[in-house]
């Protein structure tokens, strides 16, 4: 018989505040991370605006700051959630066995080596032609092999296991915009079938950097409201025009049932459905009449034996570009029928943006808060409707509703689809 897995501990690093209560009360409060990029010059860009997280201490995160100078902003970000998921869970005081302590990330890759890499390309160039040679004597002379090693995306899960000494399995899914939602369903299977006890699973992603930026400009995914950023980000409305590139890491901790209860744990809540899809259409777009979508939803509907009508929130997936609203509406329809104009769903991405491969996994946070405290986050900049997408998208304000189950879903770029839900713990 599968086992039952619960939240025992949440942590974030966000756009919007770095710890799970500021982000809380700022989504519910409306407030908006979004502003003019600082990482780099973005004037020349067709985007010049992202939500960035500011104000992060990481060397109060960790006992020796040197040993991670060569880490990019997504391990920093991993640690800062981890440390304070895990400290918030107190299993660590209580974990016997680290075997049967796992880790598993939907991770992104490191910061990218911008400068040093276009100057090496610069430095390299006869008569409009790249000197390979060059190049490659350059680069050997100039790049940090720790640096580089650190673009890995599997290098914060390692990261993880080595300052919480979890030997049990570790793994990284990087299914784009799915991955952080994806490792959390698969870190509960890990946990159901009894390969591990405790799981330190969610997501890390910083894409704000001249090659992120450059290739959602190239995509048209990026909203280019430049008279506006705080506005930019308006999930359904009829006027949207892409999304906003954030960043930031959420991770929880994932355990057993049993083991949770013999330590007296505090449990936030319980993961009872998982539901993962492929559209198999194309790369970039999503299949149009939802497919994927639809088939992840009701996955994990079934996977929780529930009735549509007995989810009370859906954390949508969002993103404010034209066809992932429209689709993801119309997914919502077909899985859950005539329960889905009585279901309230909202995008926090309207105020924190787009946290790429860590997305799903603060969106995970907010279904469980939404739980715990009876309110479902707001829509902001949800002025003009939109006959395509036609459900209660709690526009503008939060609002005060009794909520027992929370699906979240995370549809990601290459046709990933993943639906995840939540419900109070009952006993």
């Not at 509960?188 to 992603?205: C, E, F, P, W």
């Not at 280019?224 to 960043?247: C, H, I, K």
């Not at 808060?369 to 707001?378: A, D, F, H």
Request: proline share 4%; aromatic share 8%; glycine share 10%.
């Amino acid at each position: 018989m599968d086992r039952r897995v619960v939240v025992t501990g949440m942590g974030c690093i966000t756009p919007v505040g770095n710890d799970v209560q500021s982000m809380w009360e700022s989504i519910t409060e409306g407030k908006s991370g979004i502003d003019f990029i600082t990482h780099f010059d973005a004037s020349h860009f067709p985007t010049k605006f992202a939500a960035e997280v500011r104000d992060f201490d990481f060397d109060s995160c960790v006992k020796d700051p040197s040993k991670y100078k060569h880490t990019g902003r997504n391990v920093k970000f991993a640690i800062g959630a981890a440390k304070q998921a895990v400290e918030n869970s107190g299993v660590l005081d209580y974990l016997k066995d680290p075997g049967r302590f796992g880790v598993y990330l939907g991770a992104g890759e490191g910061q990218q080596d911008f400068q040093i890499f276009m100057g090496l390309v610069a430095k390299a160039q006869r008569d409009g032609e790249l000197d390979l040679e060059l190049f490659t004597k350059s680069g050997l002379e100039q790049l940090n092999p720790q640096a580089e090693l650190e673009q890995e995306p599997n290098m914060p899960s390692g990261h993880l296991a080595n300052i919480f000494n979890a030997q049990g399995p570790n793994l990284n899914c990087l299914t784009a915009c799915a991955a952080s939602s994806q490792a959390i369903g698969e870190a509960t299977q890990i946990i159901k079938r009894g390969d591990a006890d405790v799981m330190l699973s969610g997501g890390a992603h910083s894409m704000i950097h001249p090659f992120g930026v450059t290739g959602f400009n190239l995509l048209t995914a990026l909203s280019t409201r430049n008279d506006n950023p705080q506005a930019a980000s308006r999930p359904f409305d009829r006027d949207r025009d892409g999304f906003v590139l954030g960043e930031g890491a959420g991770m929880v901790i994932l355990e057993d049932l049993e083991h949770a209860k013999a330590r007296g744990a505090h449990i936030y809540g319980e993961i009872i459905g998982y539901g993962s899809s492929a559209d198999a259409y194309r790369i970039t777009d999503i299949h149009p009449e939802g497919r994927g979508g639809t088939a992840c939803m009701k996955m994990a509907v079934e996977s929780a034996k529930l009735r549509p009508e007995q989810i009370d929130y859906i954390n949508a997936h969002g993103t404010s570009t034209a066809v992932n609203d429209k689709v993801e509406t119309l997914g919502i329809r077909q899985s859950l029928g005539a329960a889905a104009d009585k279901i309230p769903v909202s995008s926090i991405k309207s105020m924190m943006g787009h946290l790429i491969a860590a997305a799903g996994s603060v969106e995970a946070i907010a279904c469980l808060l939404s739980i715990k405290n009876n309110v479902i986050p707001p829509t902001m900049n949800y002025e003009t409707p939109d006959p395509n997408c036609d459900l209660d998208y709690v526009p503008n304000a939060a609002r005060e509703k009794e909520v027992n189950v929370a699906l979240s879903n995370s549809f990601g770029f290459g046709g990933q689809n993943i639906s995840l839900i939540f419900s109070q713990f009952n006993g």
